[in-house]
RNA sequence: GCCCCCAUCGUCUAGCCUGGCCCAGGACAUCAGCUUUUCAUGCUGAAGACAGGGGUUCGAAUCCCCUUGGGGGUACCA
């Protein structure tokens, strides 16, 4: 191991970061924490047709999201920059003048020596590309490409410059790694120690991309019979929809628009969809590591956090083979973690999703009420977004419950039984309307209690008809907690419109 | 096609390097039971894998070879 271990993470910066790439930032990261090393950033900005400016600032952005600090903040090298200061010039020159370089049309090729090469990998092992079997390859683009080194090229010197002493990504570079060391000896540069590590597909074994998304729309939509013109809205025309439909394209916007109208959720490719998503960040390093990485002895999620990553991350016990992106593993891992989270940081994070609709019923992170949605719905929930989307009833108008008596749990609810419960929501509302605003939800349970025993009832019988009526489904949190967070007005209305709806029907 | 990598339950994996403690352990998912005013949670249990074939060895998931399967590369993308 060298004195200072140092590694990077060099994204390019052409779309956002997605959960491969992330991982090997992780790793990376982790490596370097472990060995009290340095971990860099570098932008690889070869590709000028193809980088944004845009997709640099959200990769940034998702890095530090994930907790990935890095070493040079605010000396984030870009290649174009090495490019203007001629630092890849020199090397050309210098390889041409060598003859391991040549022109050719009008790029430059290197010339590949004629020795086997032998890449000394810290998770595969040693792996030796016979000479011959690696063509010559370009390291300098034509006019087209702007005269910009081609990704070997530069890779190899920024490393250098950066002192980059172990680098670690995924297994699709495995087959350059013998050019890059032949560049490095061409040029007297060291080789620093690599490690390939296995790549991540979807469950089904496709690539993970963001066509995905795409995809999933397109089958619900022709699940959902969806006739093209439905979504339209800004921006999107019909015949967009058409020709999204269609396989024409790929476009997000559209998949996204077909997404909300069938109101589903679209399969998270990027680490912002995952943010998007609820999930804690915390959450998403332990899964992506635990993906290709295990300490070994049972040691499972609980354990493996940053912190343990940091202290504990090694290249040998990086895993060799290609692993599959399972999502019920990921929302478990979710689950738990949401379930361990202290009350306050729970509030913070489903407050910081900035739903819309939690400001209309709550006055913010302090809200005692907010806390107690926070805490009913937390063994309920599998990502941030689960509270909102599971309590969706606390957030409507009262009179915009809506009641569907015929499903069979509602009819079990307040049809079955003699006397049905319809009829015990009736005789227990005036109940009700004499308890205490204050603490209602617990003086309401005790009523209920109260109540069912004189009659020598169930506690069911009563308690369903009451979550009937406030929330228009069987399900909710225990009752006086969910009574507690709605309040006794609340209450007292949708009762009174749930009766109305049922005599009505 | 050619080159390279990989191969344990459906999935992620422990065990493999340093053969015997492995008729293979854990986690997620699945199923069943218990808890329960709904849904969850929690707890208990069940089912579930060494890709196939040859070797080596007293003995192989572990070492070697072949086959098969999966993946990557083969760009003036990275």
Redesign the pocket.
């Known amino acids: 191991m060298p004195d200072q271990v140092v590694t990077r993470f060099?994204?390019?910066p052409?779309g956002a970061l997605h959960v491969g790439g992330a991982r090997t930032a992780l790793f990376n990261w982790a490596f370097a924490r472990k060995h009290g090393g340095k971990f860099l950033l570098r932008i690889?900005d070869?590709?000028l047709a193809?980088s944004t400016e845009a997709s640099e600032r959200s990769m940034l952005e998702d890095l530090k999201w994930l907790g990935l600090d890095w070493d040079n903040e605010g000396d984030v090298p870009r290649q174009s920059q090495h490019k203007a200061d001629g630092i890849y010039d020199q090397a050309i020159d210098k390889l041409i003048a060598a003859d391991r370089a040549y022109e050719?049309?009008?790029?430059i090729r290197f010339r590949m020596p004629d020795h086997d090469i032998t890449v000394h990998d810290e998770v595969?092992?040693e792996?030796?590309?016979?000479a011959g079997?690696t063509?010559d390859?370009?390291i300098r683009?034509?006019?087209?490409?702007g005269f910009?080194p081609?990704?070997?090229l530069?890779?190899v010197i920024d490393d250098a410059a950066m002192g980059v002493t172990h680098i670690i990504r995924g297994?699709?570079?495995?087959?350059?790694t013998p050019k890059h060391i032949a560049l490095q000896q061409a040029l007297d540069l060291p080789t620093p120690t690599y490690a390939?590590i296995?790549?991540i597909?979807n469950?089904d074994?496709?690539?993970m991309s963001k066509r995905d998304k795409a995809k999933t729309a397109r089958a619900a939509a022709k699940d959902a019979n969806l006739q093209p013109p439905p979504p339209s809205g800004e921006g999107c025309s019909p015949e967009d929809i058409t020709a999204f439909l269609n396989k024409e394209n790929d476009d997000i916007t559209i998949a996204t628009l077909i997404a909300q109208h069938l109101n589903l959720t679209l399969p998270e490719i990027e680490v912002a969809d995952f943010r998007e998503s609820g999930y804690l960040p915390e959450t998403l390093c332990t899964y992506l590591a635990?993906?290709?990485?295990?300490p070994?002895?049972?040691v499972?999620?609980q354990t493996v956090k940053r912190d343990y990553l940091s202290a504990n991350f090694d290249l040998e016990?990086c895993?060799?083979?290609?692993?599959?992106f399972?999502r019920?593993?990921l929302?478990?891992?979710s689950?738990?973690a949401i379930?361990a989270l202290p009350l306050e940081v729970l509030c913070d994070a489903v407050w910081m999703l900035n739903e819309p609709t939690l400001s209309l019923r709550f006055a913010n992170t302090n809200d005692l009420f907010f806390q107690g949605f926070c805490e009913a719905y937390r063994?309920?929930s599998k990502t941030l977004r689960d509270p909102v989307k599971q309590g969706a009833f606390f957030f409507v108008d009262d009179g915009a419950i809506t009641y569907d008596f015929g499903t069979k749990?509602m009819k079990k609810a307040m049809s079955k039984g003699d006397p049905n419960g319809a009829t015990l929501l009736a005789k227990f509302l005036p109940t009700l309307e004499a308890l205490p605003k204050d603490e209602f939800g617990s003086a309401a349970?005790d009523a209920?209690n109260t109540f069912c025993e004189q009659r020598e009832l169930?506690?069911?019988k009563l308690?369903?008809p009451i979550?009937v009526a406030i929330s228009g489904s069987?399900?909710?949190?225990?009752?006086?907690a969910t009574l507690d967070i709605l309040g006794k007005q609340s209450t007292i209305a949708r009762i009174n419109n749930c009766l109305t709806a049922f005599n009505n029907q």
Do not use: Y
């Open positions: 060099a994204p390019s052409t690889e070869t590709d193809r050719e049309d009008d790029a595969l092992g792996v030796t590309v016979k079997q063509e390859f370009i683009k034509g006019e087209a490409g910009m081609t990704f070997h530069a890779v297994q699709e570079h495995l087959n350059n390939h296995p790549l597909f469950a074994g496709s690539k635990l993906l290709g990485w295990n070994g002895d049972d499972e999620e016990r895993g060799k083979s290609n692993g599959k399972d019920d593993k929302a478990a891992f689950a738990d379930k063994e309920r749990n349970h209920i169930n506690i069911g308690a369903q979550r069987t399900v909710t949190p225990p009752i006086d």
